[in-house]
Antibody
Framework: QVQLVQSGSELKKPGASVKVSCKASGYTFSSHGINWVRQAPGQGLEWMGWINTNTGNPTYAQGFTGRFVFSLDTSVSTAYLQISSLKAEDTAVYFC??????????????WGQGTQVTVSS | EVVLTQSPGTLSLSPGERATLSCRASLSINSNYLIWYQQKAGQAPRLLIYGASSRATGIPDRFSGSGSGTDFTLTISRLETEDSAVYYCQQSASSLWTFGQGTKVEIK
């Protein structure tokens, strides 16, 4: 079955970097884009952008340029989110989600379980 | 950027009642690109409705979506206790996708 499995929780100090992974299985990895979604404590969902798993081309939403990098390792069907120069306000759960195109619509049909990133000194 | 505004912020209803959730877009969007998700506490979101009105696989028929242009609605016809969750709309019409801020549905 289709699955997205994310890496475990991270505790980092301000200024450090973190790399979250999202391993896909059960489908052809290059056929569907991977999105990243942030959820700060007690807040809603925020779309960070997506990466084209066929070309490797990333698209970043407003507010997620500069310190945020999406990447791939297609040999292991895995997408990555790297955040550098971490700040306390980066504390959040980060989800990956697969883009599905069907019936003339784009939507996220499969989600990872989420990765908690905590930034604290 | 298309801004989605959801209302109300919180809905508190009893089992068996009808819930009506609104999602208003700052610009007119093709209804093909209006999506609804359900997120229960401590879980990842789950796809409910795509194309404004098509139910995703396994979603009970008490969930329905409607609307066009800038005004969209998610209706839960007969609330069950398991429907307690936050519901988000999302648009994928523009190159930069956005979510609404969510509506929390509480079951009394």
């Amino acid at each position: 079955q289709v699955q997205l499995v994310q890496s475990g929780s991270e505790l980092k100090k301000p200024g450090a970097s973190v790399k979250v992974s999202c391993k896909a299985s059960g489908y052809t990895f290059s056929s569907h884009g991977i999105n990243w979604v942030r959820q700060a404590p007690g807040q809603g969902l925020e779309w960070m952008g997506w990466i084209n798993t066929n070309t490797g081309n990333p698209t970043y939403a407003q507010g997620f340029t500069g310190r945020f990098v999406f990447s791939l390792d297609t040999s292991v069907s895995t997408a990555y989110l790297q955040i550098s120069s971490l700040k306390a306000e980066d504390t959040a759960v980060y989800f990956c989600a697969r883009t599905y195109y069907g019936s003339g619509s784009f939507y996220f049909d499969q989600w990872g379980q989420g990765t908690q990133v905590t930034v604290s000194s | 950027e298309v801004v989605l505004t959801q209302s109300p912020g919180t809905l508190s209803l009893s089992p068996g009642e009808r819930a009506t959730l609104s999602c208003r877009a700052s610009l007119s969007i093709n209804s093909n690109y209006l999506i609804w998700y359900q997120q229960k506490a401590g879980q990842a979101p789950r796809l409910l409705i795509y194309g404004a009105s098509s139910r995703a696989t396994g979603i009970p028929d008490r969930f329905s979506g409607s609307g066009s242009g800038t005004d969209f609605t998610l209706t839960i016809s007969r609330l069950e206790t398991e429907d307690s969750a936050v519901y988000y709309c999302q648009q994928s019409a523009s190159s930069l996708w956005t979510f609404g801020q969510g509506t929390k549905v509480e079951i009394k």
